[in-house]
Nanobody, 125 residues
Framework: QVQLVESGGGLVQPGGSLRLSCAAS????????IGWFRQAPGKEREGVLC????????YYTDSVKGRFTISRDNAKNTVYLQMNSLKPEDTAVYYC??????????????????WGQGTQVTVSS
């Protein structure tokens, strides 16, 4: 059974950092692009960052450039989202999702086939 599980969310003060994890089971992440998305209250879900099977990254929003990075550890079958200098506007439920086998980092969310359940990130003082 293909499954993605996010973890690492929580409450953090503005300017703080969090590292989210996206752990896969039922398949090997090595050959899949993994994207991070987020949905803030009352807003549509938006793309944040994606990492392809070769390790290249794609930013979906300029608002996180210079603050968020994405990485993968294939040995642990896990993708990470490192979030630094967090702002209140980063508050959202964060989801990871997998594209199809050997596919690139798509722009359309509908091209990501497997989704995790999400983890809450709250940035507040």
């Amino acid at each position: 059974q293909v499954q993605l599980v996010e973890s690492g969310g929580g409450l953090v003060q503005p300017g703080g950092s969090l590292r989210l994890s996206c752990a896969a089971s039922g398949f090997t992440l090595d050959y899949y692009a993994i994207g991070w998305f987020r949905q803030a209250p009352g807003k549509e879900r938006e793309g944040v960052l994606c990492i392809n099977s070769s390790g290249g990254s794609t930013y979906y929003t300029d608002s996180v450039k210079g603050r968020f990075t994405i990485s993968r550890d294939n040995a642990k079958n896990t993708v990470y989202l490192q979030m630094n200098s967090l702002k209140p506007e980063d508050t959202a439920v964060y989801y990871c999702a997998a594209a199809k086998f050997l596919a690139p980092c798509y722009r359309r969310q509908s091209d990501f086939l497997s989704w995790g359940q999400g983890t809450q990130v709250t940035v507040s003082s």
